[in-house]
């Protein structure tokens, strides 16, 4: 990997980080963000604000967790980024505390099938029991929720997707928190339940998003 890639995709690390947080994904320092380039990973590193985060601020870590750059501390959240580089074809990773999905991580197990765009992350969207932020089990319950998808919810915790670039990962955590919107409204009209798509219809859908190639 040349040095001018790493620097690269580290700006673009930084660059979604910063989005997530003037989209409203997340508050402060919450959530977290890295890529993968060979076989590093680029992260955000640990209780440092977004808007500070300058070119030296670099944090590089091989699939193990060692630090191979910078002098920052990874995110606490370290552990699931590197399960999912290691057990997914993933190139980037995004995680958020977005207030409508972490609302309904704590109602449900899988988020209903209010919308077609549950097939983007490649089916009904599962909730991961809850464990203690940063930990290997949190890591596990995620791999396992992630099983066939791209994204899932953490129960009340939040949100992970991830993607082949870091456009890919964000723009499905922004698809999964505005389903999690339309759900919650949906259901919070007193006296009437939202219907909900069969597993045929979705399947249906799947089978068009394959064929244009890309969602729409
Ligand atoms: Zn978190």
Not at 8 to 37: F, K, M, P
Not at 59 to 74: F, Y
Not at 195 to 204: I, N, V
Request: aromatic share 6%.
């Amino acid at each position: 990997m040349t040095q001018d890639a790493i620097e690269q995709a580290w700006d673009a690390v930084v660059g979604t980080a910063r989005r997530t947080v003037t989209d409203g994904l997340v508050v402060g320092t919450s959530g977290n963000v890295s890529a993968r380039v060979g076989d590093l990973v680029l992260v955000t590193p640990s209780g440092v604000p977004y808007d500070r985060l300058t070119p030296a601020d670099l944090v590089a870590v091989d699939l193990d967790g060692t630090r191979i750059r910078g002098r920052l501390a990874p995110t606490s959240e370290l552990p699931m980024h590197l399960e999912i580089y290691r057990r997914t074809t993933a190139r980037a990773v995004v995680h958020t505390h977005a207030v409508h999905a972490t609302a309904v991580s704590a109602l449900v197990t899988e988020l209903p099938l209010i919308h077609y765009m549950a097939a983007a992350l490649g089916g009904p969207v599962r909730v991961a029991p809850y464990a203690l932020y940063g930990t290997e089990e949190l890591a596990a319950h995620v791999l396992r929720a992630l099983d066939g998808r791209t994204g899932c919810l953490l129960r009340n915790h939040g949100t992970v997707t991830y993607g082949d670039d870091l456009d890919q990962a964000y723009d499905r955590t922004a698809q999964l928190e505005w389903m999690c919107r339309v759900w919650l409204t949906a259901s919070s009209v007193p006296g009437l339940a939202p219907s909900l798509l069969s597993a045929a219809e979705l399947d249906e859908v799947a089978e068009k998003f394959r064929g244009y190639g890309r969602p729409r």
